[in-house]
Structures are given as structure tokens and as C-alpha cells.
């Protein structure tokens, strides 16, 4: 089974942009203002570098 990266919204703070997308290697995560994160399933590698630096682990590679 492939893993997926989620965005947990209740863990989301939702007050800021989100520092992980810096970290994507490939822009697979977008944000619209202050929103939750979205994640590109097309274009996200499943490197797991987004869900280790979330500090309120709300992206989980599952």
C-alpha cells in the first residue's frame, strides 16, 4: 500500500503560512491565505520532509 500524505486540520493552527512548504523539495504543498495546507498528490514524492518539520504535526505521511 502507498503512502499518502494527510493534512490534520484540528492540528493546523491555521494563523500563519505554513513553513513546510518551504521545505517541500518539489511545491507539492500549496495555501490559500491562512487556510490549512493543501497537498498536489500528482507532484508530491512522499520524501516525508514536510511531516518531520511540522511542529504541530498536522502533515502525516501515513
Known amino acids: 500500500m502507498e ?3 494527510n493534512v490534520i486540520i484540528e492540528r ?3 494563523n500563519h503560512k505554513c513553513p513546510a512548504m518551504a ?3 518539489v ?3 500549496s495555501q490559500n491565505g491562512f ?3 493543501v497537498v498536489n498528490e ?3 514524492i512522499k520524501c516525508g ?3 518531520n518539520f511540522c511542529p ?4 502525516v505521511l501515513a
Not at 504541530?56 to 502533515?59: E, F, I, Q, S, V
Open 3 to 5: 503512502k499518502r500524505l
Open 12 to 14: 493546523c493552527p491555521q
Open 23 to 25: 521545505i517541500c523539495p
Open 27 to 29: 511545491g507539492a504543498i
Open 35 to 37: 487556510d490549512a495546507p
Open 42 to 44: 500528482e507532484k508530491c
Open 49 to 51: 520532509k514536510c511531516s
Open 56 to 59: 504541530k504535526k498536522a502533515l
